[in-house]
């Protein structure tokens, strides 16, 4: 069978660093690995708007943003397949037959759906396109015959509830989907990043966020206000690693060549966590570190964006020339699916020729 990734962000506003360490950064890895025969990459407008119906200019301005993000980051147009989910109506189409695989209580019992109605203070009323996102993500997953999906560890409920519709279609209806396997972030620390301010999510709501773009005076006044140990007052103070945004990042940020280049005094971050926690290292001592770690890693990402952003024609093209691929698989699949639920009337001579029969005893 052929390894084939599908993965995608929603299209609410530039892409910040819990992005790129939870996924984009991963995406070019394995874009570039050689092991995947196909790479979808999704811009999923159609899910953005389950609740920004009001406003969706917002999401329409924001898919270049995103293109732009995802081109800068590394992701080739050559390699992998970038493309706009509502522009694929054959998604829509696929959602409406999983619904009925699934029941109104099995999605109330999605941890992610309950925490996002929760967030989005939803409670009182909750729209049916947002209840119902894991059966679109179903649909987008299935759609282009995934096997894997990379996601970050708050995305594994949705993930399962994809699986059960893929196990659930192939046991009535013959074996048709493909059950797709999760990939997590290699490093712990990705799986979900923290807001500046300690948060345990970082979002562009809460302002707390260091986006991919931004400017290298902007990110060093986020480095520098960042939340660390409330305890560690005194420089002679021991400090706590636990709930330390500032040690937190540099667990997914850090390299040993960082230390070579801008702390040669410490061999590795065991060494400087180590010194953190007996006393005696200041938090802005290690946060101008942090601030150089994370500007020697978005400044060439933050120049090829600005390359990119002369030549938009171009990133025109790569997202229309990425979903007109991506519908052709799309429309295969679907193909499948009515074949296999006997709902393609037109597609051959067989259900005529079976009324036919019928009707003439």
């Not at 009182?124 to 059966?135: D, E, K, M, R, W």
Request: charged letters at 30%; one cysteine or more.
């Amino acid at each position: 069978m052929s390894k084939i990734i599908l993965t995608g962000d929603r299209p609410t506003g530039r892409l910040h660093v819990g992005h790129y360490v939870g996924s984009l950064k991963r995406r070019v890895e394995l874009q570039n690995s050689g092991k995947y025969e196909k790479i979808f990459i999704m811009i999923a407008d159609a899910q953005a708007l389950t609740d920004n119906a009001d406003n969706p200019e917002r999401v329409r301005q924001n898919i270049m943003e995103v293109a732009l993000d995802y081109l800068s980051c590394g992701l080739d147009p050559e390699k992998s397949t970038i493309l706009i989910q509502s522009q694929i109506p054959e998604l829509t189409e696929l959602s409406f037959y999983y619904m009925n695989l699934v029941t109104v209580s099995r999605l109330q019992r999605n941890p992610t759906v309950k925490s996002e109605i929760q967030m989005r203070n939803f409670e009182a009323s909750i729209p049916v396109g947002f209840f119902t996102y894991p059966i679109s993500q179903a649909a987008d997953i299935t759609a282009f015959k995934a096997t894997t999906v990379p996601v970050g560890e708050d995305q594994l409920p949705m993930l399962e509830q994809t699986k059960e519709i893929v196990r659930k279609f192939n046991a009535v209806y013959g074996e048709t989907l493909v059950e797709p396997e999760i990939l997590l972030p290699d490093n712990k620390a990705c799986l979900r990043l923290p807001g500046i301010d300690g948060k345990a999510k970082m979002s562009k709501s809460l302002g707390n966020c260091i986006y991919l773009s931004e400017e290298p005076a902007d990110i060093k006044k986020k480095v520098m206000s960042m939340f660390t140990d409330p305890d560690h007052i005194r420089i002679e103070d021991p400090g706590k690693l636990e709930g330390n945004t500032v040690f937190t990042y540099l667990d997914a940020f850090s390299r040993p060549e960082h230390f070579e280049e801008f702390m040669p005094e410490y061999k590795n971050l065991d060494e400087l966590k180590e010194h953190y926690t007996r006393g005696g290292l200041g938090d802005v001592k290690v946060k101008k570190f942090l601030n150089n770690v994370i500007q020697s890693e978005l400044e060439p990402i933050r120049n090829r964006r600005k390359e990119y952003q002369k030549d938009i024609s171009y990133v025109y093209e790569v997202l229309k020339a990425g979903t007109d691929k991506a519908r052709e698989v799309a429309a295969n699949t679907l193909s499948d699916v009515k074949n296999s639920m006997k709902i393609n009337y037109f597609d051959s001579r067989e259900w005529l020729e079976e009324q036919i029969e019928k009707f003439s005893k």
